[in-house]
Structures are given as structure tokens and as C-alpha cells.
């Protein structure tokens, strides 16, 4: 049998900062990250919106982003390899949530969550969005949560930076699909992939994103997590505007940047979970209306082309669990970000790192997140999920 010291199943951007971060916290063992599809064809993480937000109502997830804040600021130089930088196009364009009036109260009692971490979030009056946006139609809006640090970034590339890291730092990636964990009581002791080749290791991390579930429902410890389909839509304005747009929630729900001289938006359909990747062009009936009225420019849009994508929804809280499985020693997690995993990343391979190699968070405590919260009745009530 083939031996390592830890088996990451999965190398998107969740496996990839974590083993990048085990090799920063000291981790001198041989590490093997799993990945079945070495051009991540239909890996979440270049399927993702690429946002980046501190706007979010509980402690947890406003200290993730802010630490990854830190992260992404400097990442060019800090992830540089041989003095090449690795770029991610991280645009601080903003982030802003519209508000009609029954929303506000949330935003206001968000944003004191996110002051007591330092988040500089302001709540604006319909007039003050105009300096942002100056095109937006503001007649039926009673403000705007808006934070200036924020924005979006280029995940493909903040992924594969972490990759080509790890693997300067010497962590393996090997181009195999992991078909199931391997047990001995209540320990894990490596995993078998689909060519039947074994690996023994006495601690696993289960990155796999919308596939993770199903390899820990295998091995009998399901998590509450399903694959669901999002769609995005890659849009031609013929009349500009006037600035670049922050990355803008409708509240409706509906989503918009820019992508170069094109806008990208994006909305969360109602459909059933499943492995589905089919793109609807027929999808952007509902979202067309509803860009042309927020926006009198996106009246004249051509839609260019899309893609879909999956979220690791989890059906209970919406929130990521991480951490080790209470009832499988060496058996360690991070699934179920439900559309906010690509800029909670940084901070969950810190996190994940000082849990193995010193027992313990240090940077943040992610205990909140553990999957022991859904036996306690404990969740991590999150209102700004999109
Ligand atoms: C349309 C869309 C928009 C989004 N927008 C945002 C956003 O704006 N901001 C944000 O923060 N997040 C966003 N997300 C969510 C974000 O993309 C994910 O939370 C994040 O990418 C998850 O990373 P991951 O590494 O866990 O998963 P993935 O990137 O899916 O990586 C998991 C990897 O595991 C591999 N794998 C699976 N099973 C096995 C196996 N058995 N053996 C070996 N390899 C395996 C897969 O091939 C895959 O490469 C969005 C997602 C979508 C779909």
C-alpha cells in the first residue's frame, strides 16, 4: 500500500489552501492531494462569481473575510514563485446590497456585526448610491449596504496559485479519482481510488466540494450538503455606464459586475439539487427585467453566452462545516460553502492547518462551524446568503 501523511481529497480552491497552508504552519510529511480532473472542467471554483464581501451578518463569516481580505490584498507578491507574481485580478470595486425599506432594519443590525471587526460598511441612502452607480434607478429603494473594501477576483487564478504553492512547497497532486474513504473502527486509515490502488494515511480531508457528500455518506457519515445549480449570464451593454460597477445585489436577488467591458450576472434559480451543468438560455427571461429596471442601460443587453455551475448547498444553515468528525478520528472536512467558499478559502486552510498540526484554532475559531452543530441545534444563522 502507498502511504501519506495526509490525503486531501480534491485540489480546488479549498484543498489547494489547505495544503498550502499545512506546508506554512510547519507540516514536514508527505502530502497527497487528490484530484480527479486536472483541468477542473467542472470544479466550482472557476465556475464561481468570484466576489468577495465582508457583508455578511454573523461573527464567523465576517472575521473569514476579513482575514482573507488580508490574504487577497497581498497575494500577488506572497504567492510569487520565482519572483513571477500571481496575479488575481482582485478589484476593489465594492460590494452593495440594495435595500427596500423592510430590509433595512437587517442591514443596519448587520452592520454593527460587521463594525466590531473593523469592516468599514456604510449604510447609504438611495442618493448616496448614485455616486457608485450613477445610472441606478433608485425610485423604489430605501438604501444600500455597501462596503468599498470589497469587490471580486479571479478565482481560476487565486486557485491555481495556490496549487503551483503547495506544490513548490513539495505537496503532491496526483490526477485520480478517490472512490471511497477506508475505515478501521472509528478511524480512517487512507482511501482507495476508483483503479482500486490503495493509500493508508491516518488523517483524510474531505475538500471534494458538491461531490463530498456522497464519499461521506459512503462511509456512513452523511452531511447535510447537495449539489445545486447556478447559473450565470455574460452580458454586452451597447450603452455604457459611467463607472465600474461594485459587485450590486438587487433585492431582488439578482447579481451584477463587470467583467472587463462586459457585465456577468447571476441569480439563484429555484431547481431541484443534482450534478447538472445544462446552461438555460431561457433562464435570462426572468433576470432580463429585472437588470433593465435597476438599471435603465442593461435595457439594450445582448446576451453573450453563460455557464452553470454547482454551489455545496447546505440544506440546514448554509453554512460551511469544518473541522474533524467527531465520531472518525484523522477524518477532517470542508464542505458545504454554499456560494461563499471561494472568499472564505484563506481563512479555512489557516484554519484547518493549526487544527492538525497544533490541535487547536488559533487565527480564528471556527468551532462555530463544526458539524456537531446540527445534533446541538446550534446553527450559524446567516441572513445575507445569495
Ligand atoms: C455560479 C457560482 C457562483 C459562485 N459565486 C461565488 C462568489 O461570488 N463568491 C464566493 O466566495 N463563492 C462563490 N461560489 C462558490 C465557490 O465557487 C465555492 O464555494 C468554492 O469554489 C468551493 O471550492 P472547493 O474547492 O470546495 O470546490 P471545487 O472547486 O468544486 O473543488 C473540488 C474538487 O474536488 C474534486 N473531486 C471531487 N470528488 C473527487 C474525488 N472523489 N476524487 C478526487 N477529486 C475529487 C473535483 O474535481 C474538484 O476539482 C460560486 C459558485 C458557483 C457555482
Not at 482573507?68 to 504567492?79: E, G, P
Not at 454547482?310 to 474533524?324: K, S
Request: glycine share 10%.
Amino acid at each position: 500500500m502507498h502511504k501519506a501523511d495526509i490525503i486531501i481529497v480534491g485540489g480546488g480552491v479549498m484543498g489547494s489552501s489547505t495544503a498550502y497552508a499545512l506546508r506554512m504552519n510547519g507540516f514536514e510529511g508527505r502530502i497527497v492531494v487528490f484530484e480527479k480532473d486536472a483541468t477542473y472542467q467542472y470544479a466550482s471554483t472557476p465556475r464561481s462569481a468570484g466576489g468577495f464581501r465582508q457583508l455578511y451578518s454573523t461573527s464567523i463569516n465576517v472575521q473569514l473575510s476579513r482575514y482573507s481580505l488580508h490574504v487577497y490584498k497581498d497575494f500577488a507578491d506572497n504567492m510569487a514563485i520565482n519572483g513571477e507574481r500571481a496575479e488575481i485580478d482582485f478589484k476593489q470595486r465594492g460590494y452593495l446590497f440594495l435595500a427596500t425599506e423592510s430590509m433595512m432594519p437587517y442591514f443596519a443590525k448587520q452592520l454593527r456585526t460587521q463594525h466590531e471587526y473593523g469592516v468599514p460598511s456604510e449604510l447609504l441612502t438611495p442618493k448616496e448610491l448614485l455616486p457608485i452607480i450613477p445610472e441606478l434607478e433608485i425610485g423604489d429603494l430605501a438604501g444600500g449596504l455597501y462596503c468599498h473594501e470589497d469587490g471580486y477576483l479571479d478565482p481560476y487564478s487565486v486557485m491555481q496559485a495556490y496549487r503551483k504553492k503547495a506544490q513548490a512547497l513539495g505537496v503532491e497532486y496526483i490526477a485520480e479519482e478517490v472512490e471511497s474513504l477506508v475505515t478501521e473502527g472509528a478511524g480512517i486509515t487512507g482511501v482507495r481510488l476508483t483503479d482500486g490502488v490503495m493509500y493508508g494515511s491516518r488523517i483524510v480531508i474531505n475538500c471534494a466540494g458538491a461531490w463530498g457528500a456522497a464519499l461521506s455518506e459512503k462511509m456512513g457519515l452523511p452531511v447535510p450538503v447537495v449539489p445545486l445549480k447556478r447559473q450565470m449570464y455574460v452580458l454586452d451593454t451597447a450603452r455604457q455606464l459611467e463607472r465600474k460597477l461594485p459587485l450590486t445585489i438587487d433585492p431582488t436577488g439578482v447579481y451584477f459586475r463587470h467583467e472587463g467591458e462586459k457585465v456577468v450576472a447571476g441569480f439563484s434559480d429555484d431547481v431541484p439539487p443534482g450534478m447538472d451543468f445544462t446552461w438555460k438560455r431561457s433562464s435570462f427571461d426572468t433576470l432580463w427585467p429585472i437588470l433593465a429596471h435597476r438599471v435603465p442601460n442593461f435595457e439594450q443587453l445582448k446576451l453573450e453566452s453563460g455557464w452553470a455551475g454547482l454551489y455545496d448547498f447546505n440544506t440546514v444553515d448554509q453554512n460551511a462545516i469544518i473541522g474533524e468528525h467527531p465520531m472518525m478520528k484523522g477524518y477532517f472536512m470542508a464542505l458545504g460553502f454554499s456560494g461563499h467558499g471561494m472568499q472564505q478559502a484563506p481563512g479555512v486552510g489557516q484554519g484547518l492547518a493549526e487544527l492538525i498540526c497544533r490541535g487547536k484554532y488559533e487565527t480564528i475559531d471556527l468551532t462555530p462551524l463544526r458539524i456537531e452543530r446540527f445534533a446541538e441545534n446550534d446553527l450559524v444563522l446567516e441572513n445575507a446568503i445569495v
